[in-house]
């Protein structure tokens, strides 16, 4: 029996289905782990999370156990043990587990118990749960290692308490949302360790993969709900732990506590690395956005930058004969700021082209929205055509308070390969920018100080598509706009229950009437990373074709 112990927790980021390079990484930071007994890894590690129907492969079922193998004989060298979340196979069954991989072995294998099935999470149609765990023995230690969702619920903690349990490790990859750190330290791990009272040691994953983004953040509380370490967020980290026999049972020794970013870094670092881990998996070359003179293509200009390097990101001004000389002078200035590519392709030819050709058919119709969505379209075409010609992936720029209401066109800017700020409403695009332009994030590869000229921030959003066009004269002020929609989208309210909380019927009712109408657009819109508790894709999923309405 061992009175003391020392566990690396491995923060690391992660490649869905690329299982040499994954192994690869581990064997690497368990080299930079030598000393210490055990080095554990997030769930799912060695295939990579979410797999999705990916795991539904046979193939990758198979190399899976080849390369634990590889893992496991690695440990016979006499340095450290190894957790490691992959895919399993018991009785014809597929579970998502982990395996202690020890002198040269795999030593002990267990299952996940509580599979999630809701929100982002659908496990229950790929995995079968596991019987409730039982410890496992590790240098005369008995360890629990709940999975993940293991702990959001409080039945195996307690059962691996009542097994005898001395320690709890728990590896997962939770996603990150706005406030989730609060939630999983204060609302479920404090709450674990206290009712066991047993020190519980959370490892998560950093890193970006399609629509989801986790924070790493890793840390480990005591059996007294004291906060013992506390990793990096956003940053991969390869971090011991000392953990001591005490009377009252095992103690993790104080580490380091780094500080988390506050709001809105946090947003903002989400929207970078997502950005940057699709770019660069996807083997992009670097990035192309229309870049308008307005706050949105500005902020994600600046975060395409912060995410892959002024130099890999190409602006591009498409001016019409609605553009203001302010619209050009701003997206200049805030090219020049960023430090970025900036071309101007003025789209009169093939407007007058469009308009003349479809003259004849568009006889006697005054112009509408027609017209303006030609000139969206026209835009699209123009950056597609310098993506496919020159090879980096189109970036598209609205936010979730236009998608919500449908206030941007299908085939026109719509068109593109990712949009940073899909789950960002107006109001936060507002306050993103104001942080942007003050501070540089801590993962940022952009330049020091503003990224775009205040006027961009101050002057009231348009479209610029008609004359002296206006946002607000299709919606309400977004700080209103955006009030009713976190209630319609993210807390499901019904036009009445908004109404009690003193907004006006009338303005309830249309806007409820155009998300449900935008449905069909967003089905079609490009990924964008998940911000929020209910982003328009992974969390909510409405059929495109229904007859209901709160009002």
């Known amino acids: 029996m061992v009175d003391t112990l020392s566990i690396t927790l491995a923060q690391l980021n992660q490649v869905v289905g690329d299982l040499a390079g994954n192994a690869a990484a581990m064997l690497a930071a368990r080299e930079r782990a030598r000393g210490t007994d055990l080095i554990v890894f997030p769930e799912l590690h060695l295939i990579g999370y979410p797999p999705e129907d990916l795991i539904l492969k046979p193939a990758l ?75 496992i023995v590790f240098r005369g230690v008995m360890i629990g290692v709940p999975i993940c969702e293991d702990i959001w619920q409080p039945d195996v903690c307690r059962h691996l308490a009542d097994f005898g349990a001395e320690l709890l490790i728990v590896p997962n990859g939770s996603p990150y949302e706005i406030d989730k750190d609060t939630l999983r330290i204060d609302g479920v791990a404090k709450l674990r360790a206290v009712d066991t009272k047993l020190p519980l040691a959370y490892l998560n994953r950093v890193g970006g993969q399609d629509e989801l983004v986790f924070d790493g953040a890793s840390f480990v509380i005591n059996g007294d709900g004291s906060l013992a370490v506390q990793l990096a967020d956003w940053e991969e980290q390869v971090v011991e732990t000392r953990w001591t026999r005490t009377a009252q049972g095992w103690r993790c020794d104080r580490g380091e506590v780094a500080k988390l970013a506050d709001h809105p870094e946090d947003i903002y670092c989400a929207m970078v690395l997502a950005l940057r881990d699709y770019v660069d998996r996807n083997r992009f070359p670097g990035v192309v956005l229309g870049l308008s003179g307005g706050i949105d293509s500005a902020i994600c200009a600046a975060i395409a930058a912060d995410a892959l390097g002024p130099e890999r990101v190409w602006t591009v001004m498409l001016p019409s004969r609605f553009t203001s000389r302010e ?8 090219a020049r700021l960023i430090g970025c590519r900036h071309d101007t392709i003025p789209i009169g030819p093939a407007v007058e082209a469009f308009t003349g050709m479809l003259a004849p058919t568009f006889a006697g119709r005054a112009p509408d929205l027609a017209e303006e969505n030609l000139q969206s379209r026209i835009r699209g075409v123009t950056l597609m055509g310098l993506s496919n010609k020159f090879g980096p992936m189109l970036l598209t720029t609205g936010n979730k308070s236009e998608m919500s209401v449908g206030y941007a066109t299908i085939y026109g800017d719509m068109a593109g390969g990712y949009n940073p700020l899909k789950d960002a409403y107006k109001t936060t695009v507002f306050a993103i920018s104001r942080w942007r332009n003050a501070h540089r994030p801590k993962i940022g590869l952009g330049p020091d100080g503003p990224v775009m000229p205040e006027t961009i921030i101050t002057k009231p959003p348009t479209a610029e598509l008609r004359e002296n ?57 490009p990924p964008g990373v998940k911000l929020g508790s209910r982003n328009f894709g992974r969390d909510r999923r409405y059929p495109i074709t229904h007859s209901f309405r709160s009002a």
Request: with cysteine; proline share 6%; hydrophobic share 40%.
């Open 61 to 135: 079922i198979e190399r899976a156990a080849a390369e634990l193998q590889t893992l496991a004989e690695a440990t016979a060298d006499g340095g450290p043990a190894m957790l490691v979340g992959s895919v399993f196979v018991r009785d014809g069954a597929l579970h998502n587990g982990v395996a202690l991989l020890d002198q040269g072995k795999i030593a002990a294998v267990r299952f996940k118990h509580e599979l999630p099935n809701y929100g982002t999470f659908d496990e229950v149609r790929l995995f079968q749960p596991g019987p409730l765990p039982e410890p």
């Open 327 to 334: 619209s050009l002078d701003d997206a200049t200035v805030c």
């Open 469 to 525: 066009q206006k946002d607000s004269d299709s919606l309400p002020p977004y700080d209103e706009l955006d009030a009713i929609l976190l209630g319609l989208v993210e807390h499901e309210k019904s036009v009445a229950q908004l109404v009690s909380e003193g907004f006006a019927r009338e303005t309830v009712a249309r806007i409820e009437r155009l998300l449900n109408l935008a449905e069909y657009k967003r089905r079609q819109a």
